[in-house]
């Protein structure tokens, strides 16, 4: 760590620091340091003016492994994280090391690290990082990288775990799910996670939103949705078991290793979740 604080590696030139950015601080709720200053800060800030953020990061984390474990048990290898974010304890290639993925984010310390991670662990023959922003499918789609890495011929499982709440109405969330879907062959998988405070306690559900308030001053800022908003964007797919439910509640299995004091009831309203198959 230097003397100013900071503990990530060197910025890469194109990084704004004047910002906090969302996929940093997530990875500061996770207990990663790929992150800087003004990202502890405002994570510093978030959890004490909701004191479930980090649990609730790490049972969107704990969830994210069991919707692989789940896909590769239907026999889906392939994997396109859409907005995967900073690399820390968990990630795809490593819940699944025989599978071919492709990791989605504009943000360049998330880009930076991933390239990182994927050298060290000499991951690249079935693993890359595609710099772009997930609203732009048809960029994703057809980059060079995600080409060369997954078979569109095949079942691929698309992620978009914790990513959708960082997409506004203007953006037309179910415009860009379509256009996936539509690339997709028979038997491939989208799952999604997104924020909420349907069922919330009224305490938690007022901080949960000042907290996405507070987001508005962040490169992304955070939007809040029911249920049956983000039910309606799994339109053309099959849901698969146990179909929209909270995080806690799709497919819970034994108390995890990665995040062992979990308190599952304590954060199960605040999220949902659910996984489509393309017919």
Excluded at 124 to 132: F, L
Aim: aromatic share 10%; hydrophobic share 40%; net charge negative.
């Amino acid at each position: 760590m230097s003397g100013d604080g900071e503990h990530a590696p060197e910025a890469p030139g194109d990084v704004d620091l004047d910002k906090p950015s969302t996929a940093r601080i997530y990875d500061w709720y996770l207990g990663g340091t790929n992150n800087y200053a003004v990202d502890r800060h405002f994570g510093e800030q978030a959890d004490r003016q909701f004191p479930l953020i980090k649990p609730l990061a790490m049972s969107n984390r704990q969830w994210l492994g069991r919707v692989v474990r789940a896909a590769l048990a239907e026999g889906i290898t392939q994997f396109l994280d859409l907005g995967s974010g900073v690399p820390t304890v968990g990630n795809v290639h490593e819940i699944a090391p025989g599978a071919r993925v492709v990791y989605v984010d504009y943000e360049p310390v998330a880009v930076a690290h991933s390239e990182l991670i994927l050298e060290r662990q000499e991951a690249g023959d079935r693993a890359g990082i595609v710099r772009a922003d997930f609203r732009d499918p048809d960029y994703v789609l057809d980059h060079e990288t995600t080409r060369e890495v997954l078979d569109f011929s095949k079942p691929i499982c698309v992620l978009m775990v914790s990513v959708l709440h960082f997409v506004g109405g203007a953006d037309n969330v179910p415009g860009i799910i379509r256009r996936y879907r539509w690339r997709l062959a028979p038997g491939s998988w989208l799952a999604a996670s997104h924020i909420t405070t349907d069922d919330a306690p009224a305490e938690g559900a007022a901080q949960i939103s000042a907290l996405a308030e507070s987001y508005r001053d962040t490169q992304n800022p955070a939007w809040l949705r029911d249920k049956a908003e983000f039910t309606s964007w799994f339109d053309g797919f099959e849901l698969v078991e146990p179909g929209i439910v909270h995080l806690t509640d799709w497919r819970p299995d034994s108390p995890e290793v990665l995040f062992p004091d979990l308190e599952p009831e304590s954060v199960r309203p605040f999220y949902w979740s659910g996984v489509g198959r393309v017919g």
